[in-house]
C-alpha cells in the first residue's frame, strides 16, 4: 500500500483565493460579517449564488483570536479544512470539534453552530452547503443564537460528525483500486440525507473516465495536482482548487503526482427520486 503523506504538499495560504480572503480580513471582521466567506458562484446566465445548481460552496477564513458567532439554518453544512494551525475548532450543538488540515466536518441542517482561531495563523477551510436546494424547494429557515454564544458541553475524541484525516485517509489508502482510482465514501447518510461525500485517490499519470451522469457534484483538490476535463473545457488542478461538476456533464481526470480530493455530490435526492442515471464509462 503507497504510503500517503501526512503533511499536505501545498499551503493554501499562498493561493490568489487565500490572498482575497486575506485582504478582505483588513477590512472586514467577523463581528461585522459574521463568516467571513468567497462564494463560488459559477458564472453562467444569471446565476450568482450557486456552484452547482443543488450545492454552494465557498472559502472560508478566520484570523488568530476571531471567533464567527453562533446560528442555525435549515441547510446542511459541511466543512473541508485547508490550513489551521493548532486552536481551530468549531462548536455544533455544544459539541467542540476540532479543524485541523485535511480535517472534513459536518454540520447538520438546524444544529447550531460557531467557529473559533485560537491559533496564531489565519486558518481557511472551504464550506459546502445545499442552501441552492433549499432555496429552489423553499424551507429556509435561519436563527441567530441569543446573544452569539452557545455554549460548549462536550469535547470528544471521536464523533459522527467528525472526520479527521487521521482516519480517512489510512482509510482511503486500503480502499481498492477500481477504474483506476480508489473510493472512500464516507458514512455521513444519517446524519445529512441531501448530499453523499468520497474521498478518492489518483495514482499519477492513470486517466479517470467517469461515466456522464445526472448527479450534480464539487469536486475539491485536498493533496496533489493534475488536469481534468469537465465538459468542453480544460482545467489545471492542484490542492485548495474547487471543481464544479454540473448534472449530465462528462468529466475526466489524471493526476501528476499522487492526488487526492474529496467529492460532494447530489446524487441522494436524484436517487430517491428515481432520476439518476448514468451512461456506461468508457
Ligand atoms: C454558513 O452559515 C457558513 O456557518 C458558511 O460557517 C458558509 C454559505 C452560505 C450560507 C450560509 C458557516 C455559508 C453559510
Redesign the pocket.
Known sequence: MPHPPSQPSTVFGTSPCAKALDQAGQWVSTELAE?R?L?LFNPVGDNDYDTVRTI?S?Y?MIKPGEY?RA?R?S?N?M?LVLDAKPGVFTVVDGARLPMQAGDFLL?PGNCW?S?YNEGDANAYWI?F?D?PLVHRLEPMFFEEYPDGYQPVDIAPEAHDWYFPAAVTRPQLHAQPVKHGYRRLVLNTQAHISTMEMSYLALTPGTPVNFPRNTASRIVAITQGSGQARVGERDIAWQRGDVIAVPSWVEYAFVADEAAEMLEVSDRPVLDKLGFYRETKAQ
Request: no cysteine; proline share 6%; glycine share 0%.
Open positions: 463568516r466567506n462564494l454552494v465557498a472560508q464567527a446560528h439554518h441547510p453544512a466543512r454540520t453552530h467557529h464550506d452547503l442552501v
